[in-house]
């Protein structure tokens, strides 16, 4: 059975399909993430999983940062920062990874955790009501 590291809320809902529907999708990465970490699997396996993470993550934060420039949202800077500081880490982590410093622990697995809810239950609140009024 899987383990479920992170469980849909409702009140993760932005209400803008296309921005949850990405959501649902990385908690469902980190939920394999976890699964994998959980399960004692080979490094090589948790590497793809980070690898995956990395990038879904990446191709989500470009979505919501292009709709920040089309719709010119007074936020933005604050918010791409944001993003940043956490690519930033996540490379940071990877790099590390592949040098055979670190590996995924139950403290990296709660920083995900926690940064991802913390950011769509904050950050990512705050640009609903213009991307709903630009039609989103
Ligand atoms: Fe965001």
């Given at each position: 059975?899987?383990?479920?590291?992170i469980?849909?809320?409702?009140k993760?809902?932005?209400?803008?399909?296309?921005?949850d529907?990405q959501?649902?999708?990385?908690?469902?990465?980190?939920?394999?993430l976890?699964?994998s970490?959980?399960d004692?699997?080979?490094?090589?396996?948790?590497k793809?999983?980070?690898?995956?993470?990395?990038?879904?993550?990446?191709?989500?934060?470009?979505?919501?940062e292009?709709?920040?420039?089309?719709?010119?949202?007074s936020?933005?800077?604050?918010?791409?920062?944001?993003?940043?500081t956490?690519?930033?880490?996540?490379?940071?982590?990877q790099e590390?990874m592949?040098?055979?410093?670190v590996?995924v622990?139950?403290?990296?697995?709660?920083?995900?955790?926690?940064w991802?809810i913390?950011?769509i239950?904050?950050?990512?609140r705050?640009y609903i009501?213009?991307?709903?009024?630009k039609?989103?």
């Open positions: 059975m899987a383990r479920v590291f469980l849909w809320n409702e993760y809902n932005t209400g803008i399909q296309e921005i529907d959501h649902k999708k990385l908690i469902k990465i980190l939920n394999s976890y699964e970490f959980v004692r699997t080979t490094n090589e396996k948790l793809e999983v980070v690898q995956e993470m990395a990038k879904y993550t990446e191709y989500h934060f470009g979505v919501e292009k709709y920040f420039k089309e719709f010119n949202y936020a933005a800077d604050e918010h791409i920062a944001e993003h940043q956490f690519v930033q880490n996540v490379k940071t982590f590390d592949e040098q055979g410093k590996s622990t139950f403290q990296l697995m709660n920083f995900l955790r926690s991802l913390e950011h239950n904050g950050t990512d705050r009501s213009l991307f709903k009024e039609g989103l």
